[in-house]
């Protein structure tokens, strides 16, 4: 079966250190999307692509950045860990369909606690 | 200022106790709004998918319908195994998703 996968589920790390979480889809899908979630804020779009090569920025992107050299795969980095990006992260998939009801599959989370 | 909230915060119901969440957006241009449900230390799991006033979609016990301002998703004699966070999406464009903060639900048998 199809799923996306994220690693590690859990990390903790210090302030100012990179930190990189992985992401990986077997769905085939062009779009792929990194989240994070706090109380009382629901989810907010850090980075997203649209395929191999396509990066763009979403509401929050501020010390982070993606790349994506294949279809499979998005990793998220955190270029200077901060205590204000702890949080739980999530990535996303979503296949392309010219914009309208594009429905995204959802990794099982990674809580990361930056100290 | 596009704009997702969903209400209540938090919901208890009885088991058999029918119910609905709602979930009203304020956005221009809207091309599909999506519910989802969250369990604890899991990621949304996709329920539904409605793109115009009027449509409506059924699973088991639930039930989404959509007007130009809102949607509801109608609970229909819940089960505790229906206790979940629910979360309401909204598309505007390409690579504008706006969340809400969810509605967690709790089924008391």
């Keep these: ?115 | 200022e596009d704009q997702v909230t969903q209400s209540p915060e938090a919901l208890r119901l009885q088991e058999g106790e029918s119910s609905s969440l709602n979930c009203s957006y304020t956005v221009s241009g809207l091309r599909g709004l999506f519910w989802y449900r969250q369990d604890p230390g899991k990621g949304p799991e996709f329920l539904f998918t409605l793109y115009s006033a009027g449509e409506e979609k059924e699973k088991e016990r639930l039930k989404a319908t959509l007007t130009k301002k809102e949607s509801f998703l109608h609970i229909t004699a819940p089960k505790p195994e229906d206790s979940a966070t629910y979360l309401c999406a909204v598309q505007v464009n390409f690579n504008k998703f706006y969340f809400g903060s969810g509605t967690k639900l709790n089924v008391k048998p």
């Design chain 1, 1 to 115: 079966d199809a799923e996306i996968t994220q690693s590690p589920r859990h990390k903790i790390t210090e302030t100012g250190r990179q930190v990189t979480l992985a992401c990986h889809q077997t769905w085939n899908h062009n779009n792929m999307f990194w989240y994070r979630q706090d109380l009382g804020h629901g989810l907010r779009l850090i980075h997203y692509s649209y395929g191999v090569h396509d990066t763009n920025k979403g509401e929050v992107s501020d010390g982070y950045s993606v790349s994506r050299s294949n279809t499979e795969d998005l990793p998220l980095t955190l270029e200077s860990a901060a205590s204000s990006q702890t949080s739980v992260y999530f990535c996303a998939s979503s296949d392309l369909t010219g914009g309208f009801g594009e429905t995204q599959y959802f990794g099982p989370g990674t809580r990361l606690l930056v100290l």
